[in-house]
């Protein structure tokens, strides 16, 4: 079956643009992560859903990012006023419920670049 | 924040040899769990070992756990040139099941 997909893999826009990527999770997968990864750390935790609500978005580092999954299934992760900062690899990954039990499925990432 | 903190940061061994990574985490978990990582890109899971698990295998892997030490352990043995890539230890907390958290990683490179 399909795997977790993310569009577009490689984005580059000029800084002060908006933003949009977005993650096809594996289809009945009711848990959607969004992480950020530099060069060279560990995927950083930006925010979880459980179905179509947020669940925790104590990642997001400003209010300049935002997240969606209306139908809890697509989510998009929104970028405004994008800083040189934000350059970075963005993960998407699904589970088919909490990860007490089980194991994430990461797309491949969306590597975005601000000029 | 990273809870996860794994040793070496990069390891370079011959093929055919035992490759072996260590994380060491800080709170109590549910479970730990290992991903490898190939090009920057995203991640594959390996193994997950439960809190009441010591060790478990799978084909060329062994993990294992110590959680008195909060520490866990990933051998490749026979290693492969297709196992160059970073391997990443993630833990979900006894508290908070529904958050993993990523350490920095150890980058492999087997070489021929």
């Known amino acids: 079956g399909a795997g977790v997909s993310q569009t577009p893999s490689n984005k580059v826009t000029e800084k002060g643009k908006y933003v949009e990527l977005r993650c096809d999770p594996i289809?009945?997968?009711?848990?959607l992560y969004w992480y950020r990864q530099s060069l060279g750390q560990g995927p950083e935790f930006l925010i979880y859903f459980q179905g179509t609500g947020a669940a925790d978005d104590s990642g997001l580092p400003n209010d300049r990012f935002f997240a969606v999954r209306p139908e809890g299934s697509v989510s998009t992760l929104k970028i405004q006023r994008t800083e040189r900062g934000d350059s970075a690899v963005y993960l998407c990954a699904s589970s088919p419920t909490s990860l007490k039990y089980n194991e994430q499925f990461f797309g491949p990432g969306t590597r975005l670049t601000v000029l | 924040s990273q809870q996860g903190e794994e040793d070496p940061q990069a390891l370079s061994i011959q093929e055919g040899e035992n490759a072996t990574m260590n994380c060491s985490y800080k709170t109590s978990i549910n479970n730990l769990q290992w991903y490898r990582q190939n090009s920057g890109r995203g991640l594959v899971h390996l193994i997950l070992?439960?809190?009441?698990?010591r060790e478990k295998h799978s084909g060329r892997l062994r993990v294992t756990l110590d959680t008195s030490k909060k520490s866990s352990s990933l051998l490749i043995t026979a290693s492969r040139a297709a196992d160059t890539a970073s391997y990443f230890c993630a833990t979900v907390s006894m508290n908070r099941d529904d958050k993993i958290i990523f350490g920095k990683g150890t980058r492999l490179h087997i070489l021929p």
């Open positions: 289809s009945g997968h009711t848990a």
């Open positions: 070992i439960r809190s009441n698990e």
